[in-house]
């Protein structure tokens, strides 16, 4: 079946640096996406790795294997707007190139601590 | 203004009635989305259009319907509403098939 797996909840301290896994079993592969939801809002993309490796966008970075189908999302510098949860979500890989369909996992929420 | 624009933002109603929620964007993306978000259950998909003439199911169509009346327009329907479809609703579109959904501000939908 097709699965995604991360922690539920993290925490961590102003300042610091968190990394929030997942973990996925797909059929097929054709890339990931990391989001981020603030409560009651609407969740808003943050990466997109299709390949393997380390993509970085300023504080936050996102690392692909596909072999050990693993991600994993970094946070560097947490700062209390960062509480939110972080979605990640997978496009698998069967099917026509257009009816791919994005696999959602529940979610990280994650506490940033004064 | 918002690229992805979702109407009502709430809206309370009772068992039996009919309710449209509805969707438009200014992104000019063909691909368009109905997703519900309940607490422990992320987001799960309702229905999705990849243009004007393609509708599909997603994996909860039941007890739904859409109607995408323009490219920028995409609304939900539930005919007769029930309390366990209270939740947050959200519309996202996207441009091609590896491109990032871009979420409205949802509509949090109550039926008593």
């Known amino acids: 079946g097709q699965n995604i797996d991360q922690p539920t909840e993290m925490t961590a301290t102003e300042g610091a640096i968190v990394q929030i896994n997942c973990t996925y079993q797909?059929?097929?592969?054709?890339?990931l996406f990391w989001y981020q939801q603030h409560a009651g809002e609407a969740p808003t993309f943050l990466s997109y790795n299709v390949l393997d490796g380390l993509e970085e966008k300023g504080r936050f970075s996102s690392f692909l294997s596909r072999s050990k189908g693993y991600s994993y999302l970094l946070l560097k510098e947490l700062q209390m707007k960062d509480s939110a949860s972080y979605l990640c979500?997978?496009?698998?890989?069967?099917?026509?190139?257009?009816?791919?369909?994005?696999?959602w996992g529940l979610g990280t929420s994650l506490a940033v601590n004064p | 203004d918002a690229d992805v624009t979702q109407t009502p933002r709430n809206r309370i109603t009772k068992t039996g009635k009919r309710i449209m929620l509805e969707c438009s964007q200014t992104?000019?993306?063909?691909?368009m989305y109905w997703y519900r978000q309940d607490p422990g259950l992320g987001l799960r998909l309702i229905y999705y259009?990849?243009?004007?003439?393609?509708?599909n199911k997603g994996e909860i169509s039941d007890g739904y319907s859409v109607s995408r009346q323009a490219q920028a327009k995409f609304s939900l329907s539930l005919e007769s509403a029930i309390p366990n479809q209270t939740a947050l609703y959200f519309c996202?579109?996207?441009?091609?098939?590896?491109?990032?959904?871009?979420f409205g501000d949802g509509t949090r939908l109550s039926i008593l």
């Open positions: 979500a997978v496009r698998e890989g069967l099917g026509a190139g257009n009816n791919r369909k994005l696999i």
């Open positions: 259009s990849f243009d004007v003439k393609d509708i």
């Open positions: 797909t059929s097929g592969f054709n890339g």
């Open positions: 996202a579109t996207s441009g091609a098939v590896n491109q990032p959904q871009h």
């Open positions: 992104k000019g993306h063909d691909r």
